[in-house]
């Protein structure tokens, strides 16, 4: 089914600030929180909607930049989820929502291995159960490099892996956003505001200080890539992008995108190897996480529709 914007809604910087703007975030999803221990000694927060049935399919999503498990995106998509029977994991990036006093470090776009970890404790708790996990934006590029990461050793329980808008190669992504001033403040604000917070829960860490006018990627030279271990934000975003890891990916893969993404490059995705496993829908319109167009149900969420039809499909083709 191809992407059809509402009607006057084709512009993607309509279909990009719309799409953050109209919540319609569910009035009730309850879940249970746990923790997941890290290797270095920060924890992190998933947020568990239950399902009736002990064998029920489990989903991980993992939000994006900024977001955290309150994220409209990830409620919505956990409420449609658990109402078709799945056991539904929302995932806190290190520092992030419920995250935030839990972790002595914040994320960063290539913590792939912390998503590893959390892989490997669902697997643990719910031994043979289908797992699949979902990326949206951010969140979208580490699922796909720590799905290619893994490669052979990838547990029998992962079926499957789907990212929405993922910024696989960062570097040109990057050089994207910093054509939009409003973009780049936008997110700027969020991260400077969470970081604020994480420094508040923290205070022995080293205090920041950053200019009055900033860019993402100078605030990544000055926060993200220090405390990682990153030369600078251009070594940083080459390692952290999950473009080199997608052909080593194991698992079906259902990968969305749109070709007016403001500042998710396309071209990366136009040059993918094909194989079997891999699916590449590049959607003409829909902007950065927008979509906003009828489903072919009775909803205007395209991409989240066309995400949960695949996993069901997923799971129903592999007879689970």
């Known amino acids: 089914m191809n992407f059809r914007p509402l009607p006057f809604l084709s512009n993607p910087h309509v279909q990009t600030i719309l799409g953050n703007l109209l919540s319609g975030v569910p009035r009730r999803l309850r879940s249970e929180r746990r923790i997941v221990a890290l290797p270095d000694g920060d924890r992190l927060a998933l947020h568990e909607t239950p399902s009736r049935e002990v064998a029920a399919p489990i989903v991980l999503l ?42 002595r470090r914040f994320y960063n776009a290539g913590c792939s291995q912390d998503l590893r970890e959390v892989i490997t404790s669902v697997v643990a708790r719910f031994p043979g159960t289908p797992l699949a996990v979902v990326g949206f934006s951010l969140g979208g590029n580490i699922v796909l490099k720590c799905a290619g990461e893994m490669g052979e050793q990838t547990p029998s329980e992962l079926r499957g892996v789907a990212a929405v808008a993922p910024p696989i190669d960062l570097v040109r992504c990057s050089e994207l956003i910093a054509r939009y001033p409003l973009y780049d403040a936008f997110y700027v604000r969020h991260l400077t505001q969470q970081v604020a917070k994480h420094q508040r829960c923290f205070p022995d860490l080293p205090c920041v200080q950053f200019p009055r006018r900033l860019l993402l990627r100078t605030f990544d030279d000055l926060y993200t890539s220090p405390r990682w271990g990153f030369k600078d934000s251009l070594d940083y975003y080459s390692q952290a992008s999950s473009l080199p890891w997608i052909g080593s990916i194991r698992v079906p893969t259902f990968i969305l995108t749109s070709r007016d993404d403001p500042f998710v490059a396309v071209e990366p ?52």
């Open 62 to 103: 993992v939000h994006g930049l900024g977001g955290c498990h309150r994220s409209p995106y990830m409620q919505r998509t956990a409420a449609r989820l658990s109402a078709l029977g799945w056991r539904v994991l929302r995932m806190d990036l290190r520092g992030a929502g419920a995250g935030m006093r839990l972790a």
């Open 269 to 320: 995705f136009e040059q993918l190897a094909p194989a079997k496993t891999l699916e590449v829908n590049i959607a003409n319109h829909g902007g950065h996480m927008g979509f906003l167009g009828f489903d072919g149900t009775t909803g205007i969420r395209w991409s989240e529709s066309r995400v949960i039809d695949w996993l069901v499909g997923l799971v129903r083709a592999q007879g689970t």
